[in-house]
């Protein structure tokens, strides 16, 4: 028949529990529960496929010859599924036999087996109801599963289940004080750095000099000291010139000036980062667990079998040692927590000694990084200054004269400059006599072009004049850039040439800045059209 997985109840639980429950008013009704069920179709229905025990006849390829093959025996399974499938994964990981595994098991050998193995062993390990399910098989073991042989097995070892816990106990205990003891040996170190810190007394007096000095008047000000928690407010006050520029700036700008060796400070508390992330409840509370399993441990081993006492009497005359000197430890902690809230003048009931190391470390860490922004600021300004000093040069030198736009480009990155230098290349050309003379020559050509393309023997030659300037193309207007080239031209031309042809501006009544060209004004000899 195949097997329902369920939860079976003892029959002594159900007498145990009197006749007043579920189970026992069940039983009284067998003889109802027999007629209404047939268990003839019940068979039908739920029957497991039967193995034949003979042997069966198999063909060859040829079909001559038959050989004689055994069916598998078939494996009887106590265990629900789950169960059975979870114990066998487990089992399977280990290379060794059953009775090898449960032999490692009753000499505590904890080399073979980890901690996480023995939590999960303990998982499987079933419980009282189903051992004894597992104890009234008569049948052959060997037709069994390997969960139920193993079970078996670890059945016949006196208290199993306490062998296993004593072994996760050793496992756990090992783990847990290599990672307390060093965590408290790093609170102690860093707690007597801070405390012993010429470096920080400096610091903290300039602090509390520069607060002094900002509160001036007010509530804040003529402080004897400060708290702690205001160390790192000095990043939160800015700079009016400059919103990346923080107190903390400043402080370390002056410490560079004036006291540089106060600069090693991040280096003598050197043992504040890795003890900052230490919590001291946390230590305090793995200790105490520690001591209560380690109690429990022993008063179960006092009615437990002598072998099983015999192998756990070092281990724990060596843990309670271990547990004394830990808390003999947090002891000090607790001392020094109290010395240290005394030396820097604050509260007895709200100083905590891991916060306090948690704090230094951040102050430590941002007056670093304070340090090294300054040196990059400094870094820039000075490439900012090289970089004005060459423009300044390249301009005084006249660098720039007769190269191209895209070469100006490449030394003029700004805006504005690229654009004085185009003015600047576009005036050194007005100022060359020999491209004046060639403009010169240009206009007259346009004017006398116009003048001949419009003559007629009924105007005269200054109507022709004027019929041409007006039927001319229009010229270009000059930007304001040129308009001021050009006004500081007639200044400097004033008295010294004669040839130069000097513009006109002419206010017009649509715009203020529009140039006009008048030749008839121009200085100079006048110009002769068409003549």
């Not at 499938?85 to 090898?100: D, V, Y």
């Not at 801070?194 to 000000?221: D, H, P, Q």
């Not at 600069?263 to 992330?277: N, R, V």
Request: charged content about 25%; hydrophobic content about 35%; glycine content about 4%.
């Amino acid at each position: 028949m195949k097997k329902l997985n369920w939860n079976r109840i003892a029959p002594q639980r159900v007498g145990s529990m009197g006749q007043d429950n579920l189970w026992a008013k069940v039983s009284l009704s067998d003889s109802m529960t027999s007629e209404t069920l047939d268990y003839q179709h019940l068979e039908a229905f739920f029957s497991q496929a039967e193995f034949p025990s003979s042997s069966e006849a198999a063909t060859s390829f040829s079909g001559d010859k038959k050989q004689q093959e055994m069916s598998p025996a078939p494996v009887v399974t106590l265990l629900d599924t789950k169960s059975s499938l979870n114990a066998s994964i487990f089992l399977k990981q280990f290379k060794c036999s059953l009775p090898c595994l449960v032999k490692t098991i009753e000499d505590g050998d904890t080399t073979k087996l980890d901690v996480d193995q023995l939590r999960v062993l303990l998982q499987l390990l079933p419980d009282r109801d189903t051992m004894e399910m597992l104890q009234r098989f008569s049948g052959a073991t060997s037709k069994l599963g390997d969960a139920e042989k193993f079970f078996l097995l670890l059945h016949e070892l006196p208290d199993y289940r306490l062998c296993i816990e004593c072994m996760q106990m050793r496992l756990d205990f090992k783990a847990t004080v290599e990672s307390v003891q060093p965590t408290i040996e790093w609170l102690q170190e860093a707690g007597k750095e801070a405390m012993s810190s010429n470096l920080l007394t400096g610091v903290f007096a300039l602090v509390l000099s520069m607060g002094n000095f900002m509160n001036y008047g007010g509530l804040g000000g003529n402080a004897a000291g400060f708290q702690l928690s205001s160390l790192l407010k000095l990043d939160d006050t800015r700079a009016n010139f400059s919103r990346t520029t923080t107190l903390m700036h400043y402080l370390l700008d002056s410490i560079e000036k004036k006291r540089p060796e106060l600069l090693k400070l991040p280096e003598q508390l050197s043992s504040l980062k890795k003890a900052s992330t230490v919590s001291i409840s946390q230590i305090t509370s793995q200790v105490n667990s520690l001591a209560k399993r380690l109690e429990r441990t022993e008063t179960l081993l006092s009615t437990a079998v002598k072998q099983l006492q015999l192998q756990m009497s070092e281990f724990l005359h060596n843990a309670k040692v271990t547990i004394d000197e830990l808390k003999e430890n947090l002891t000090k902690v607790r001392i020094l927590e109290q010395n240290m809230a005394t030396y820097f003048s604050e509260s007895q009931d709200t100083f905590r000694l891991d916060t306090t190391i948690d704090l230094l470390s951040k102050f430590s860490q941002r007056f670093e990084d304070a340090y090294r922004e300054n040196i990059r600021r400094r870094e820039a300004e000075e490439r900012a200054r090289e970089l004005r000093k060459k423009r300044e040069e390249a301009r005084t030198s006249g660098k720039y004269r007769g190269q191209s736009a895209a070469a100006a480009a490449e030394e003029v990155t700004c805006i504005m400059d690229s654009l004085m230098e185009e003015i600047r290349m576009g005036y050194q050309l007005q100022s060359n006599p020999v491209r004046r003379d060639s403009m010169k020559k240009a206009e007259m050509s346009r004017l006398d072009w116009s003048s001949q393309r419009y003559q007629s023997p009924l105007l005269s030659a200054s109507n022709q004049l004027h019929l041409a300037k007006q039927m001319s193309p229009p010229r270009r207007q000059p930007s304001i850039q040129e308009e001021r080239l050009v006004e500081e031209e007639m200044q400097a031309s004033q008295g010294n040439d004669a040839d130069l042809v000097k513009p006109q501006l002419m206010l017009d009544s649509g715009s203020t800045s529009n140039l006009h060209f008048n030749p008839e004004e121009a200085a100079g000899d006048p110009i002769s059209l068409g003549e």
